[in-house]
Structure formats: C-alpha cells, structure tokens
C-alpha cells in the first residue's frame, strides 16, 4: 500500500561523486518521471520512462543517467554531482488512456545537497 | 509544446474569503488540465483535472476549477479558505507523454 516512495530522503555529498537517487512504485504504472525543484523554476522534468527500458530525456538531462530494468523502479543517477544539482528531487509515476497521460503522482522527494 | 502560465507569485486572502489561483496554458488540440497542491517539505499531490465535460470541475479539500476555452484558462478556486490551505499550488497541462507544470503560485491565507 506504499505507493510511491523515494530513497534516500536527504542526502549530502561533495562535488565530483557519484549519487543514485532510488523511486520505487507499487501500482505497475508504466510511466515514470524524474524532476528537480528549485526556487523560481519550479517543477522541471529530467528524463522519464514510457515503460522498462524505454527512457526518454526532459528539460534538463545534462548530469544524469537513468535505467529502468524493472517496471517498479526507476533509479537517478549523478554521475559527478555539481553544487548545481543541489536540488529537490521527485519521482512520480502514471498511465496512459486513449494515448493520453493520465494523473501523474508524486513521491515524498529527496533533498539533495552538493558541497 | 505545451505550457502553462501562473502569473502571480503569491496570493494573499483571509480566511473565509474566497480563493483565486489563475493558470493559462497553451497547447494543441483538446487540452488535459491537472491541479496539485504542494506542502512543505511533501511532495506534489493530485487536487483534480479536466478532461472532457463539464467545465465546472471539483476536486479534493472543496476545491473547484473552472475550464475555459476561450480565455484557455482553468482557474482554481475555494469559495472560503482557510488557513491550512496555504501551500504552493501548481498548474499543469499534458501533451507529448508528459506534463508540463507551472511555477507556481504561493498560497498565504490570513487568520
């Protein structure tokens, strides 16, 4: 009955390591999304998966790398984190009905601080 | 593509007055529209959509949405807020397997 969850929920780290971001959806949605808020941008998408092994980059995908070998989950990865991935980070997950998105839901987010 | 606008940073009302938040959106062909509320520290929850219908569409916590097709605007709105309303509230529009989100718009309602 989780839902969608997210780990970790904080995390900090230095410049220059290599940080996953875990999301983890219990309902078989086939889409999934990562985004990252920030203070006057507001919800921007990163990369988002259609279904396993089909992934598709958003707004902002320069820094990370996503994978989805299984339907339920949906890693983020930072290859070399930047202070400017200092972030909040979101998972969220829906279907699709007559071709079109349906209600996208949100997990509880990871808070991310580079140093 | 499709966007939307929220073109105010905030919203101040008092309690038990009514509630405002204006979002227009842009985007080809019939429009899916979608409201989330955002607490602090939580993420985005699901308020209410539209798809087809009525225009008049209502959603969690009385709160209500009005489509409009010739201004292309779906306001929300709560005939009398309260203080635990006041959240960061976001508009959204779908198009090309995604949505796509507004900024924003804080929500400050005064006891």
């Known amino acids: 009955d989780a839902g969608i969850t997210q780990s970790p929920r904080y995390k900090i780290t230095e410049t220059g390591r290599q940080v996953t971001l875990m999301c983890h959806q219990t309902?078989?949605?086939?889409?999934m999304f990562w985004y990252r808020q920030d203070l006057g941008h507001g919800l921007r998408l990163i990369y988002y998966?259609?279904?396993?092994?089909?992934?598709d980059k958003g707004e902002v995908p320069d820094g990370y790398v996503v994978s989805r070998s299984k339907t339920e989950n949906f890693p983020l990865t930072l290859e070399s984190a930047t202070r400017s991935q200092t972030s909040v980070y979101f998972c969220a997950s829906s279907d699709r009905l007559a071709g079109r998105q349906e209600t996208q839901y949100f997990g509880p987010g990871t808070r991310l601080l580079v140093l | 593509a499709q966007s939307v606008a929220q073109p105010e940073d905030q919203v101040n009302v008092a309690e038990g007055n009514p509630l405002t938040v204006k979002c227009t959106y842009s985007v080809s062909g019939n429009p899916y529209l979608f409201w989330y509320v955002q607490y602090p520290n939580r993420g985005l929850q699901f308020l209410l959509k539209y798809i087809t219908g009525d225009n008049l569409v209502k959603g969690s916590y009385g709160f209500e949405a009005e489509f409009n097709k010739s201004q292309t605007s779906f306001h929300l709105k709560k005939p009398s807020a309260l203080v635990s309303d006041s959240a960061l509230y976001f508009c959204a529009v779908e198009g090309n397997n995604r949505l796509a989100f507004g900024k924003g718009n804080q929500v400050v309602v005064i006891p």
């Open positions: 309902w078989s949605h086939s889409y």
């Open positions: 998966s259609a279904a396993a092994d089909i992934t």
